[in-house]
């Protein structure tokens, strides 16, 4: 019996504070914010039909780009691009997916290899799907307002769309590659134990 | 003892604290209505579906509502002024920035200690020999399984599971009219514990007790349900997903018709009973019927919390069972984790950081190495063969006996 009630004692300690540290090794790369609320409002990007959306990085080592797309019946089976483009309009990463693997409705991830000196730099990303046709189309949502009120240094600046340019975009959030696993571990458990012991400091919505 | 139950108690605090599912927040949200003085719930929650912020109906029986409701009520003061927009947040991820979760997580869950501690009580009264009660106690209070199933998902099925395990205690002491009096209440939170008066018709002395006891649970529940009988209450708690799941499983035996594995397993069962078994010991058939259904159906996570006294209490009468109920209890508890459902294990953490939503589930790391689907198989396969023995065992022992 004493081994059944270390066993569980042990078990459940771990679990609670252990297993979180364990899991925090496993990930790779760390978003820059939560994602902006975003509205009813969608763009439908098919054939030369694309968007183009600038913005600016918060953070250092840029690797993915992340937004919420529809893919309406999972019809769109065609290739869906992400080509980034910096401050001069120099193509420097591009990353591919196929439609068939995007949901309707699904957080996306676009991920290219990591950008290491992308901390405050205007980087500009194009997203199409050139090859769909008009009943294969994507469709990405724009925000509720052209500034996040949650959080305005989302970096999040304006959007093009039918060769009209407006404030505001898509609701991305851009993911970072830590410096080392220490650094996402530290973050876990300061997260949490902030939220638990300094529950006054905390942000509330 | 004592300092067990203190420790069994800490446990159970932490996990109610920092595991989070979302079923208590959106089952509490609807149970919130009860303090603006909604009392059909079902009615309101469909004609206001529009204008609120979490859109499912509500699943469970009435009284469900009305005990959450008034806990709600009554520890409203304990739980503050932000607990309400806590409860219609939408929002994924400020439901768990909010620091407040902490603190509603264990007021909300604090009900379910309570009935796992009265549990464990009846576990050590359930024996006559004091040594095996406090076995018996101290493997419910210190399996890793129970803890997980009661705080981590917030299983509201141990209302319904303490009122079986005492309508049980009657039953061993011959008192079948108050037993059934307890399985009716039980079935008015859950349905299942009416799945065991076959065998209390079975067990009644004479005719006039087999239809009393048989007539009694399904009067509570009737009573209970029908000032809320809508095409809102059977749509969304009576024939909800859930309520019957047990009985989806089959094999079609040709021109539309099919074998349903949950009634063939209660109709052998039953007739078991009454043909070759001399004298009936309900524990076992409410055993291995729950063996059998779970060997044989998709189950769900929380209806594990159904059997779970019982195997305490056949561990503790049997203890060469032992390691032979933890091993597969712990198959039975793995099956539902590979499930394409986050909120079966990395979401749970979802507290300590959002972060974790960037993990892939075990079962698209599974994906990669091997099909899920087959591992599941394998599993479930595991559990129906081990757990066809042990109802073999079961019911053999008896007869000898």
């Known amino acids: ?205 | 003892m004592k300092k067990l139950l203190i420790l069994a108690i800490v446990l159970r605090l932490l996990v109610s604290a920092f595991l989070f599912h979302p079923d208590i927040k959106t089952y509490n949200f609807q149970a919130s209505f009860l303090k603006k003085g909604v009392i059909n719930i079902y009615s309101y929650l469909i004609e206001n579906k529009a204008n609120l912020p979490l859109k499912d109906e509500f699943v469970y029986f009435p009284l469900t509502y009305f005990i959450l409701g008034g806990y709600q009520a009554v520890t409203s003061g304990i739980l503050g002024s932000g607990f309400d927009s806590w409860l219609a947040d939408a929002g994924a991820n400020s439901v768990v920035a909010n620091p407040s979760i902490f603190k509603y997580l264990v007021v909300l869950k604090f009900p379910y200690l309570i009935l796992d501690i009265a549990i464990a009580y009846l576990l050590l009264n359930y024996f006559k020999d004091r040594r095996k009660g406090e076995k018996a106690f101290t493997l419910w209070l210190f399996n890793p399984f129970t803890i997980l199933i009661i705080y981590a998902f917030s299983n509201i099925d141990i209302f319904s599971v303490l009122l079986t395990l005492i309508a049980f205690l009657f039953i061993k002491r011959e008192k079948l009219f108050k037993a059934s009096l307890f399985l009716g209440f039980a079935s008015c939170f859950k349905l299942y514990p009416l799945l065991f008066i076959p065998f209390l018709f079975l067990k009644g002395k004479d005719l006039k007790e087999k239809i009393l006891v048989s007539f009694t649970p399904v009067l509570i529940l009737v009573t209970v349900i029908l000032p809320f009988w809508s095409p809102a209450f059977v749509q969304s708690a009576l024939i909800s997903g859930l309520t019957t799941r047990i009985f989806n499983p089959g094999f079609a035996i040709g021109f539309g018709q099919s074998i349903i594995v949950g009634f063939f397993i209660l109709s052998a069962l039953f007739f078991y009973g009454w043909l070759t078994d001399k004298k009936i010991n309900l524990f076992n058939y409410w055993m291995v019927f729950l063996l059998l259904i779970f060997s044989f159906s998709h189950f769900h996570i929380a209806w594990l919390l159904w059997i779970a006294p019982f195997m305490i209490i056949l561990a503790t009468k049997k203890p060469s069972l032992s390691l032979p109920i933890f091993i597969l209890s712990a198959i039975a508890i793995i099956i539902p984790m590979f499930y394409q459902d986050r909120y079966m294990t990395i979401s749970l953490f979802r507290i300590y950081t959002t972060w974790f939503d960037l993990l892939p589930t075990p079962f698209v790391v599974l994906q990669k190495l091997y099909d899920p689907y087959n591992f599941m198989s394998i599993l479930h396969s595991a559990l129906a063969g081990g757990a066809l023995v042990i109802s073999y065992q079961i019911l053999k022992k008896e007869e000898e006996a």
């Open chain 1, 1 to 205: 019996m004493k081994k059944m009630i270390w066993f569980t004692t042990i078990l459940v300690l771990f679990v609670l504070f252990i297993m979180p540290g364990i899991m925090a090794t496993t990930i790779n790369m760390i978003p820059a914010g939560d994602q902006p609320g975003y509205g009813p409002r969608r763009l439908s990007i098919y054939g030369k039909e694309e968007l183009s959306q600038k913005f600016i990085s918060n953070n250092k080592n840029l690797t993915a780009i992340g937004t919420t797309i529809k893919n309406p019946n999972l019809k769109n089976k065609k290739e869906v691009i992400l080509n980034l483009y910096d401050n001069n309009n120099n193509l420097i990463r591009r990353s591919i997916l196929n439609g068939f693997n995007i949901g309707d409705g699904d957080f996306v991830k676009f991920v290219f290899d990591v950008i290491p000196d992308s901390v405050n730099k205007e980087y500009l990303f194009t997203l199409s799907s050139p090859t769909a046709g008009a009943d294969e189309i994507i469709e990405v949502f724009l925000m509720e307002n052209p500034v996040d009120m949650d959080n305005p240094a989302s970096g999040i600046i304006e959007y093009t769309f039918a060769e009209e340019t407006f404030a505001g975009g898509i609701p991305l959030v851009t993911f970072h590659k830590p410096e080392n696993k220490w650094e996402i571990i530290r973050g876990v458990y300061s997260n949490w134990l902030s939220k638990l012991l300094f529950p006054r400091s905390q942000k509330t919505k």
